[in-house]
């Protein structure tokens, strides 16, 4: 059983990984639709085929286990990662597939950025401070920082592509709901987060 400084550390190394998927954002502002199109038809896949055989008693299934272990993503991955489940990269991609599909540009790289940036300052800030929790193992402090840095980032962001920032706001905000509610949801974050955040922005831009 890992202690609070060892649980802390290993969210560290999750959060470490999660951040580097910035790229994600960063090479859509950059290239466009049929670039990211064909780039996530051809990693979605693969990412969840083999975490799919990671699981099986296969000879390639051996070779995922022993590739995951040469990388050490054995120490990084959660419980029910291990016991079956496909894992946060896997949910990240098929997310970012239908957000592409979903959403537009500035909309999709926005709620990936909040996905990246706010989740991980949730995340470090309420295992390293929280201590009052409000669903789960969701702390208030934690829920607060995800609120602030996702409202944050989603504002300027929103400037930044000439979008009404209150959209920002309102979306961030029901976004931190269901950050919160994600663990009683039984939905990865990494799945919820972007497209609760894309489909709010988009319909609070109809109602206003």
């Not at 950025?113 to 669903?135: C, H, P, W």
Request: charged residues 15%.
């Amino acid at each position: 059983m890992l202690n609070k400084k060892a649980k802390f550390k290993q969210e560290l190394s999750r959060k470490v990984i999660h951040l580097s998927s910035l790229w994600i954002p960063v090479l859509y502002y950059i290239s466009n639709f049929a670039v990211m199109l064909l780039v996530f038809s051809i990693i979605t896949p693969i990412f969840v085929a083999c975490d799919i055989l990671r699981h099986r008693k296969t000879r390639l299934g051996k070779k995922v286990r022993l590739f995951c272990t040469a990388l050490k993503l054995d120490n990084i991955f959660r419980l029910h990662e291990k016991r079956g489940g496909i894992s946060g990269a896997s949910y990240m991609l098929i997310s970012a597939l239908i957000c592409l599909i979903v959403f537009p540009k500035p909309i999709f790289i926005i709620a990936f950025v909040v996905l990246m940036i706010a989740d991980s300052a949730a995340a470090l800030i309420g295992m390293r401070f929280g201590i009052s929790k409000v669903v789960g193992s969701k702390t208030f402090l934690g829920t607060m920082a995800f609120f602030g840095v996702s409202g944050v980032i989603a504002t300027v962001l929103s400037y930044n592509f000439g979008l009404d920032m209150r959209h920002a706001v309102f979306a961030a905000g029901i976004t931190t709901l269901a950050e919160m509610l994600s663990e009683k949801l039984k939905v990865d974050d990494n799945l919820l987060i972007p497209l609760v955040f894309g489909f709010w922005y988009m319909l609070i831009r109809v109602i206003i």
